[in-house]
């Protein structure tokens, strides 16, 4: 499957920002579709999922991002309010078909898009 992220962009403290992750074929074929994000010089960092039903959030946007599908669109896409200059980072989608345990891991996720870049300036 073939991801393609979009909605980045810069915005200032405190703005939001809703991203889009969309399957080349309409469709993410039953597979589970996480957020990463990744900043200069860093580790890409587990951001949010929904794993049967349930979201996942880091601790770090809990209360502040919220992933949710469209499946009028196939898209899943994650709300950010109340950015903040540490959210400064490429943003990826990735899909796969992790088990619980490892939905934080990126390297369960076998299929990523390009990024989009979220700047916020503060």
């Known amino acids: 499957v073939q991801l393609q992220a979009s909605g980045g962009g810069l915005v200032q403290a405190g703005g939001s920002l809703r991203l889009s992750c969309a399957a080349s074929d309409g469709t993410f074929s039953g597979y589970t579709v996480g957020w990463f994000r990744q900043a200069p010089g860093k580790e890409r960092e587990f951001v949010g999922v929904v794993k049967n039903g349930r979201p996942y959030y880091h601790d770090s946007v809990k209360g502040r991002f919220t992933i949710s599908r469209d499946n009028a669109k196939n898209t899943v896409n994650l709300q950010m309010n109340s950015l903040k200059p540490e959210d400064t980072a490429v943003y990826y989608c990735?899909?796969?078909?992790?088990?619980?345990?490892?939905?934080?891991?990126?390297?369960?996720?076998?299929?990523w898009g390009q990024g989009t870049q979220v700047t916020v300036s503060s």
């Open positions: 990735g899909a796969g078909r992790p088990i619980l345990s490892s939905i934080r891991e990126p390297a369960s996720y076998g299929y």
